[in-house]
């Protein structure tokens, strides 16, 4: 049973990576659409940056993580580092956690 | 009235290395420490995995195989959260659903794993948020070929890695929040698409977008909010505001459009 669900999942989780690459040729998009191909991963990668940062499981996701991933936004939007933003961004929910915010 | 308020750039600082000229093989080296980056964290939290599948009752194998053959972080924690609440049929489900945003990812990005079919099957493989996300903010071409490799290949290595320490130290591997791991992500997933914001109507895109996600996540399963993003695009059929206005509409209340009020 435990197999069936790991191949199950493999099989499905490849096929979409794979269709997205393989439809990408097959179907003839005009350049309209085309255009709107990157707009439409921003949206998804910035959807799941936002329900990342302040949903958990359905529901509101504290304060820790949300004041971390602000914390990297806001030095991110000030163009510091990658490197300073992953790590303030930790760091800050990490110590805001250690005060016992939740 | 357009304040022209532009944002405080900071005077002479270059974005990004740009790689000016030339056509260097190797990676850049702000690339390498940025997908360290997120590599050391992918690390601990596939430590975590590992721990918490082992803890639940999955056998080590399954543990494995499951960071390396279906290698989506997300759908791998709630699969293990399912199959030990006995529901095997919803994890694959809930699974299936949360990584279905692959699919726009390698409409996306596909011209980045070339033409040959071994380059595609592996790399296809390889598409996580994060690699496409490192991938889609170099510029076109070959940097963003080299970018989703690079990426792609060091994530693996660092999930699947993280994935076996997790297993062989169990309990010790610790909780990934109590080192805010968790805001790490998004963080840097922000600071990944933001350079691709500073375009307007991508920008109006993504932000209605995410918040479209939400606002539906309290009411519908996981996966389906992140793809509800995508009616994000909607904001670019709606009729655009002309940029220079040049008379304010005479005041006394809501300017009335020639066209149609609202339709909603």
Redesign the interface.
């Given at each position: 049973?435990?197999?069936?669900?790991?191949?199950?999942?493999?099989v499905?989780?490849?096929t979409?990576?794979?269709?997205?690459?393989?439809?990408?040729?097959r179907l003839d998009l005009p350049d309209g659409v085309r255009r709107?191909?990157?707009?439409?991963?921003?949206?998804?990668?910035?959807?799941?940056?936002?329900?990342?940062?302040?949903?958990e499981a359905?529901?509101a996701?504290g304060i820790?993580?949300?004041?971390?991933?602000l914390?990297?936004?806001v030095l991110?939007?000030?163009?510091a580092?990658?490197?300073v933003?992953?790590?303030?961004?930790?760091?800050?929910?990490?110590?805001l956690?250690l005060l016992g915010v939740p | 009235m357009r304040t022209v308020k532009r944002t405080p750039g900071p005077a002479g600082r270059t974005p990004a290395p740009s790689a000016p000229g030339g056509r260097p093989r190797s990676i850049g080296s702000a690339l390498r420490r940025d997908v360290a980056a997120i590599a050391a964290a992918m690390v601990a939290v596939g430590a975590s995995f590992g721990a918490i599948a082992v803890g639940a009752g999955i056998p080590v194998w399954a543990t494995v195989a499951m960071s390396s053959i279906v290698y989506a972080g997300g759908a791998q924690f709630m699969a293990v959260g399912l199959i030990a609440a006995g529901s095997p049929f919803a994890a694959v489900f809930a699974g299936l659903l949360l990584n279905a945003r692959h699919l726009p990812f390698g409409l996306a990005i596909g011209e980045v794993l070339g033409d040959r079919w071994s380059r595609r099957l592996l790399g296809s493989h390889l598409m996580t948020d994060e690699a496409t996300a490192f991938s889609l903010a170099q510029p076109e071409g070959e940097p963003r070929r080299r970018a989703f490799w690079f990426a792609g290949i060091v994530l693996f290595l660092a999930w699947n890695a993280g994935t076996v320490v997790g297993v062989l130290l169990g309990g010790a591997a610790g909780d990934p929040a109590t080192l805010g791991l968790d805001a790490a992500f998004p963080a840097g997933l922000i600071a990944l698409i933001l350079p691709a914001l500073r375009d307007r109507d991508t920008r109006r895109v993504a932000l209605l977008g995410a918040l479209v996600a939400v606002v539906t996540t309290p009411l519908l399963p996981a996966g389906l909010p992140v793809l509800l993003a995508l009616t994000g695009l909607a904001v670019l059929f709606l009729p655009r505001r002309r940029d220079p206005v040049p008379e304010p509409p005479p005041s006394g209340g809501a300017a009335a459009p020639d066209r149609e009020e609202s339709t909603c």
């Open positions: 049973m435990l197999i069936a669900v790991i191949v199950a999942l493999a499905g989780t490849f979409f990576r794979f269709a997205g690459v393989a439809l990408r040729d709107l191909l990157p707009m439409a991963a921003a949206a998804l990668l910035a959807a799941l940056a936002a329900t990342a940062a302040l949903t359905g529901a996701a820790a993580r949300p004041a971390g991933v914390v990297g936004a991110a939007w000030r163009r580092p990658f490197v933003v992953v790590v303030a961004a930790a760091a800050t929910a990490a110590v956690r | -």
